[in-house]
């Protein structure tokens, strides 16, 4: 800790200062957060405030976990870091912790490949398939994120996060399985997974009809939680597989038993096999760590040299080790599901009540998402990003923090620790219900 004395006023001024004007933060006044312990927050002014979002879906074991703590201490006493040039305990057993609790035929023989964020991640995965391949062109999904570099960037489909004017070409973008907005106007039960379907044509008509993969995430993350439809996957990747595509599996935010009930978000999609897996966020509890995994031949077609400075660091490998037990250890995958449908049903009486505002709730597990509208009578269903704004000024009131994405910015975010309790789950709901009813007041 610096010696000097900061107030959040003081530390917010030095922050727009010192830092990127690009670099976004939260609410009108940004809360300065200085300490944290399970699914509690305490800003630089004593305020303490209850984490539905932990770092981006980051924190899965809550701030300040002591199993993870105890394994960071021993391993900064131990060996700080080396890179991916000399083997250690640390990289070598996360490894193989990963690959046994990685699904279908990369769990059955599979390699690991570390880097330091989900973006690094990405990136790794499209060079491994247009490597295997011998192909460039990828296909990715509208609304959906991979990150900050050039080629994340690129095969993001969010207006807002592609800053860069030049893209990197070769990649084509389908409908995301968005149903509260589908394209094609159709509903559910009767959609016939067409977003799915139309790969066939997206690969004929705008690539050369040999492609080198399809990312995607099975759940959008900063697109909003958008969630597939049962079916989708399977039909979406026997496209791609008849062209010749890998399907990479984007896990960076539905990871590590987030979506409940499974550890990875692609579980819930049955008959549909990852060639490729990336993940981050929610591997090391807040460390900076992310994976590749995928199958033997697949990995094994990298023969250009490859090294990662920071990948598989040993700090983050620990706390990435001891994340990962304590969720396995401790069935939080389990948790998710329980208490996800509690969080899911105080959402949907909050739909019930305040249905002018609330347009759709959706999600999986501890990864559910309100999206707000401005009348959800009205045909487009317009999105009210306004509304998000002020919701957001009347939950932190109530000491609950949220998360917010969505291409139009009016979805609320919301991916409490994967060991919340019911007591936690209840009083968020309390919080959110509140700020409803005053915001419902002003509108």
């Known amino acids: 800790m610096s ?27 940004p809360v300065c957060l200085d300490e ?9 002014d004593g305020r303490t405030y209850l984490d539905f979002f932990g770092g981006i ?26 890179s991916t040039l000399y ?12 690959l046994h609790l990685a699904p279908g035929k990369i769990g059955k023989a599979g390699k690991a490949f ?10 790794t995965a499209v060079a491994l398939a247009q490597m295997v391949t011998g192909r460039q062109e990828l296909i990715a999904l509208r609304h959906g994120y991979s990150g900050r570099s050039l080629l994340a960037q690129s095969l993001t489909a969010h207006a807002k996060y592609r800053g860069v004017q030049t893209q990197v070409a070769g990649i084509k973008h389908a409908h995301a399985p968005y149903c509260y907005r589908c394209p ?6 009767h959609c016939g997974i067409r977003c799915a379907t139309d790969l066939e044509e997206l ?24 969630v597939a439809p049962d079916g989708y996957f399977k039909v979406a990747v026997d496209i791609v597989r008849k062209y010749g595509g890998l399907f990479i599996c984007d896990e960076v935010q539905t990871g590590f038993g987030r979506t409940g009930g499974k550890m990875w978000g692609i579980e819930h999609h049955e008959g549909v096999e990852p060639d490729i897996m990336t993940m981050a966020k ?30 598989g660091n040993p700090l983050s490998c620990a706390a990435a080790n001891a994340t990962i037990d304590v969720i396995v250890d401790e069935k939080l995958t389990d948790n998710a599901t329980v208490m996800g449908k509690l969080l899911r049903e105080g959402l949907e009486a909050m739909k019930a009540k305040y249905g002018h505002v609330i347009g759709d709730v959706r999600g999986k597990g501890l990864m559910q998402a309100i999206e707000l509208v401005k009348d959800e009578k009205a045909k487009d269903r317009t999105p009210d990003a306004p509304a998000t704004a002020r919701l957001f000024e009347e939950t932190k009131k109530r000491g609950l923090l949220i998360g917010r994405g969505g291409l139009w910015g009016n979805v609320i975010r919301i991916a409490p620790p994967l060991n919340a309790t019911r007591a936690e789950i209840e009083e968020g709901l309390r919080a959110l219900d509140e700020a409803f009813g005053a915001f419902a007041q002003t509108t």
Do not use: C, M
């Open 3 to 29: 010696d000097t004395k900061w107030t959040s006023s003081a530390l917010r001024a030095k922050h727009k200062e010192v830092l990127f004007p690009s670099v976004g933060t939260y609410y009108e006044e």
């Open 36 to 44: 944290g312990h399970g699914a509690r927050l305490t800003d630089l």
């Open 57 to 82: 879906l980051t924190v899965s074991v809550g701030q300040t976990h002591p199993k993870v703590n105890a394994a960071l201490e021993a391993q900064i006493k131990r060996l700080g870091h080396v």
């Open 87 to 98: 083997p250690t305990v640390g990289i070598v057993e996360l490894a193989e912790k990963l």
């Open 114 to 123: 570390f880097t330091a964020s989900g973006t690094e991640a990405d990136e």
């Open 184 to 189: 094609y106007g159709a509903t559910i039960e």
């Open 203 to 226: 690969i004929q008509t705008t690539t050369t009809g040999q492609i080198a993969g399809f990312l995607a995430e099975p759940i959008q993350g900063v697109g909003g939680f958008v």
């Open 282 to 311: 929610g591997i090391a509890n807040g460390l900076p760590i992310g994976a590749v995994l995928a199958t033997v031949p697949v990995a094994d077609a990298w023969k250009a040299g490859n090294i990662s400075t920071f990948g």
